[in-house]
């Protein structure tokens, strides 16, 4: 049998919080239906007490289980295993329980990670811009790829904020961590050499992108809303 498999570092604890948020994500998506728990039932072609086991208690769908689950939901199966959607982010109702957290600087620099998506701001001369970029983090700051001239070049010595962020539609919950400093145009031959041998995020939009920007940090500030 394929099982389905969530996302999870192999560990039991992983595992059960991803199949938690599996089913924060099916009950999400019933109720923006206005199905009940049978009503869903039936669309799947499962038994009211088999769904509850798949969803709430832990068991394991097959791929056959999950295709005609998604369907039910008006989904696909990725979507429930990922979150996703066509949408903005946000759009489920804010759940009870829920607080807002300050976020140590070690840990908002944890939760840059590696590399990503973030978003730049910055003032230009058509006034205050926010644009997504590719980024990669070494040595503590903010690197990325663009073309010289647009406005995710900023200025060399100006100052901007750059911000990434999560959320979980499903548990109503996130955070953000936001950084502010000071833009460097890397075009010493030897140091582009190095970063693009180092970075991990290549440009999504594609195209002539060679202009190296890094982002020094002055401030390195995070938040997250959770239960609590």
Excluded at 2 to 24: E, W
Excluded at 132 to 139: A, E, I, K, S
Excluded at 158 to 176: H, K, M, N
Excluded at 191 to 202: C, H, K, T
Aim: aromatic residues 4%; glycine residues 12%.
């Amino acid at each position: 049998m394929n099982h389905m498999t969530t996302p999870s570092d192999g560990s039991p604890d992983a595992a059960t919080a991803a199949l938690g948020v599996l089913a924060a994500r099916v009950a999400l998506r019933r109720r923006q239906l206005g199905l009940s728990h049978d009503q869903l039932a039936t669309r799947a072609d499962m038994a009211p007490r088999y769904l509850t086991l798949l969803t709430e208690l832990g068991g394991e769908f097959d791929a056959d289980g999950l295709q005609r689950l998604a369907r039910a939901l008006e989904t696909t199966p990725q979507e429930l295993l990922e979150g996703g959607g066509d949408g903005p982010p946000g759009q489920a109702l804010a759940a009870p329980g829920q607080g807002l957290r300050r976020l140590g600087p070690e840990e908002s620099r944890d939760r840059l990670g590696s590399h990503g998506v973030g978003r730049v701001g910055l003032a230009t001369p058509d006034g205050p811009a926010v644009v997504p970029v590719n980024y990669t983090v070494l040595g503590g700051a903010i690197v990325y790829r663009t073309a010289p001239g647009t406005v995710a070049a900023a200025e060399p010595g100006s100052q901007v904020a750059f911000e990434v962020d999560q959320v979980d539609d499903a548990l109503s919950r996130g955070w953000s961590v936001l950084v502010v400093g000071t833009v460097e145009h890397v075009t010493e031959p030897a140091a582009v050499s190095r970063l693009a041998e180092q970075a991990a995020a290549e440009p999504w939009a594609g195209g002539e992108r060679h202009l190296w920007v890094r982002i020094h940090p002055t401030r390195v500030t995070g938040r997250a809303i959770r239960a609590t």
